[in-house]
């Protein structure tokens, strides 16, 4: 780096500073607030951005997966935050989604609980309402797609244990594993997800297609029915 580029550098104000930072010391360096402060700019006239993205994270416990939760009415309370920078924080945490999604993906084998939520994690663990999805398996054990079965509320969603099978049938997979989330943060099943694991269970053994498990997804946890040996 030049003398001239240096000197640019230290004239830059106060809320740009964390892009100097990291032109320095690499993204790594900076703190999630700092990271976010280079997003959004400037903060109001009271506060830089920084400041403004700390006091926004202290509103929902310093969590990324609950600020990902957010919509553009929820970031517009704070002041300084408008649509745009809104939009632009949302689509910088929907990137950030999609990129674990595909590091999750390149684990083709389903060898455990664990694979499972690796592979869903990053798709339900953020959403506001219950989905409902179902991976298809092969005999060898790789996964051959994830379908999305249903969506519902913060309680439940329906599922179609026909429409489950067909996608099944359609995809030629002999296993399968149910996955769905509980946006509550409770990870432990109710009773009608044990009822519907039992039915579901059932209707595969006339098709000759083996439930191999169900994951209940949460926020940092997951509970799986195979593990407890519910399966």
Same mark, same amino acid.
Request: charged letters at 25%; a neutral charge; hydrophobic letters at 40%.
């Given at each position: 780096?030049?003398?001239?580029? *240096?000197?640019n550098?230290?004239?830059w104000a106060?809320e740009?500073?964390?892009r100097?930072?990291?032109?320095? &010391?690499?993204a790594s ?8 402060a280079?997003l ?5 006239r009271d506060?830089t +951005?920084v400041?403004l993205?700390?006091?926004m ?9 609950e600020?990902a939760?957010w919509?553009?009415?929820r970031?517009s *309370?704070?002041?300084?935050?408008g649509?745009? *920078?809104s939009?632009?924080i949302?689509a ?8 674990? /999604?595909?590091?999750a993906k390149? &684990?083709?084998?389903i060898?455990c ?5 690796d592979?869903?994690? #990053? /798709?339900?663990?953020?959403?506001p309402l219950?989905?409902?999805w179902?991976? /298809?398996i092969?005999q060898?054990? &790789? ?9 519902g509320g913060?309680?439940?969603?329906y599922v ?7 996608e +099944?049938?359609?995809?030629?997979a002999?296993?399968m +594993?149910?996955?769905h989330?509980? #946006?509550?943060?409770?990870?432990h ?6 009822t519907l694991?039992?039915r579901i269970? &059932? ?6 297609i083996?439930?191999?498990?169900h ?12 593990d407890?040996?519910?399966?």
């Open positions: 780096m030049n003398d001239t580029t *240096k000197l550098i230290n004239q106060e740009d500073r964390p100097e930072k990291m032109m320095m &010391k690499g360096s900076l703190s999630d607030a700092e990271l976010l280079i959004v700019g400037s903060g109001n506060e +951005a400041e993205m700390r006091r994270l202290s509103s929902c416990d310093n969590n990324l997966n600020l939760r919509g553009v009415d970031y *309370k704070f002041k300084g935050m649509p745009a *920078k939009i632009t949302m910088a945490l929907e990137l950030g989604k999609r990129r674990n /999604l595909q590091a390149e &684990k083709v084998a060898r609980s664990r694979d499972i939520f592979l869903f994690h #990053p /798709l339900l663990c953020d959403l219950e989905e409902f179902a991976l /298809l092969s060898s054990g &790789k996964v051959i797609d994830q379908v999305r079965i249903s969506t913060i309680a439940g969603t179609d244990i026909r429409a489950l099978y067909r +099944a049938l359609l995809r030629h002999t296993q +594993a149910v996955v989330n509980h #946006p509550s943060g409770n990870n099943p109710s009773q009608e997800d044990r694991t039992t269970a &059932k209707a595969g053994e006339t098709m000759n083996r439930l191999i498990d994951v209940i997804i949460c926020e940092s946890s997951y509970y799986s029915f195979a407890e040996g519910l399966l």
